[in-house]
């Protein structure tokens, strides 16, 4: 993702705002004291939560993701943590609100969903999207979310949903 970063909104930017859209209307007005984004990438739907949290985090694996998100947002209640999304570097029940956009796509992703739920405080939103294929569990059996509150068909591809702590994924 290093080498995209420089032109990842120019190729992906309209794909990725019709599922911020969604993403920004579902969270609404919401505030929160702790918003982390997994899967940052270039920033784009972040920036644009920094009004609803004290805090907002962008983590992503790529230095060069996080260095055009940091142009990108700028300013001084977001902090960037360059960090794999299935060891995330937080304390249990650490955010109010998690977001991951465009980043599970693969039943083996499912470590980096239970990261999320754990940093995640009880009681706290999770909100993201899931890719799937006809080969998949998550294509036959769905995500296995505890309890989705919400789940919004994007493509015939991707679904979005919404889960609040209180849950176990184990």
């Known amino acids: 993702y290093d080498s995209l970063s420089a032109s990842y909104e120019e190729l992906y930017g309209k794909e990725q705002a019709k599922k911020h859209k969604e993403v920004l209307s579902l969270v609404g007005k919401s505030r929160f004291g702790v918003l982390v984004d997994v899967g940052c990438g270039p920033g784009a739907i972040l920036g644009r939560l920094t009004s609803n949290s004290s805090l907002t985090v962008g983590t992503d694996i790529s230095p060069e993701m996080l260095r055009t998100a940091r142009m990108s947002v700028g300013n001084d ?57 006809e080969e998949t569990t998550i294509a036959r059996e769905g995500l296995q979310l505890p309890h989705p509150e919400m789940r919004i068909p994007l493509t015939d591809k991707e679904t979005l949903f919404l889960v609040r702590k209180g849950l176990s994924l184990e």
């Open 77 to 133: 209640k977001t902090e960037f943590v360059m960090a794999e999304c299935s060891a995330l570097p937080f304390r249990n029940e650490a955010s109010d609100c998690v977001i991951s956009v465009y980043l599970l796509k693969s039943d083996s992703d499912r470590s980096a969903l239970l990261e999320m739920v754990r940093i995640l405080k009880p009681g706290g939103t999770l909100l993201g999207t899931f890719f799937h294929s």
